[in-house]
């Protein structure tokens, strides 16, 4: 069984400053890692994902995140927020072999100050 | 090329009533999967459906909840008897196939559920 822990349940922080959003898992067998982000009354959009390869991935919208796969962390970065990032944040996993269904974390809401 | 689609966007029922609740996948997709938001928490997954197929629907409740994405036309999440619990967002994805969840999983704006 896999599970998600987002450490952080809000982060407020000001336009402009760097912010990171904290993301550990636990998984009996090898995942890909994933990043969503929900605005107000929307759906899910992907920032990013891991599959393989580089430990750095690059998203969208200036987000990164790093696999670190002997601390089981996945966190995501961005050097300088605007106020439109202000969302709710989840990390997801999924496992390589198995049928598809993401596991969440219970999100994290990235609040920007001007 | 239109977005996964959902429909209602807010559903009211009242205890005891039924809920359905539609998806219309990306064209091309023949993958749905349906999850559950409560109010502040994450998604749960609940279901995975291929066409006219249930591939996994280990998050669904026992009794209530069913599931279909027949041949032609949209997956149907169907809540029989609401009850307030029920009152949640329920969000459909949809992908062009499997394969260890390396395809990406493409969100509806969901349908949020209340029960009065």
């Known amino acids: 069984a896999q599970s998600v822990t987002q450490l952080d349940s809000q982060v407020p922080v000001f336009e402009e400053a760097p912010v990171e959003l904290r993301c550990n898992y636990s998984s009996s067998v090898s995942v890909y890692l994933f990043w969503y982000v929900q605005y107000p009354n929307q759906g899910l959009q992907l920032l990013l994902k891991?599959?393989?390869?580089?430990?750095l991935v690059k998203g969208i919208n200036g987000f990164e995140a790093e696999f670190n796969k002997s601390q089981t962390s996945f966190h995501l970065r961005k050097p300088s927020v605007h106020i439109s990032d202000t969302a709710e944040y989840f990390c997801a996993v999924s496992p390589l072999r198995g049928t598809d269904k993401l596991i969440f974390g219970t999100g994290t809401r990235l609040q920007v100050f001007p | 090329n239109a977005g996964v689609m959902q429909n209602p966007r807010h559903l009211v029922r009242r205890r005891g009533q039924e809920a359905r609740l539609r998806c219309s996948p990306m064209?091309?997709?023949?993958?749905v999967y349906w999850y559950r938001q409560l109010p502040e928490e994450g998604l749960k997954f609940m279901v995975y459906?291929?066409?006219?197929?249930?591939?996994?629907e280990s998050g669904m409740p026992k009794e209530r909840f069913s599931a279909e994405f027949p041949k032609e036309g949209p997956s149907i999440l169907r809540i029989q008897q609401v009850v307030r619990g029920d009152s949640a967002a329920y969000f459909c994805?949809?992908?062009?196939?499997?394969?260890?969840?390396?395809?990406?999983?493409?969100f509806g704006p969901g349908t949020r559920l209340t029960v009065t």
């Open positions: 064209k091309g997709h023949s993958h």
């Open positions: 891991y599959l393989s390869g580089s430990t």
């Open positions: 459906l291929q066409k006219e197929n249930i591939i996994d």
């Open positions: 994805a949809s992908s062009p196939q499997g394969q260890g969840g390396s395809y990406e999983q493409y």
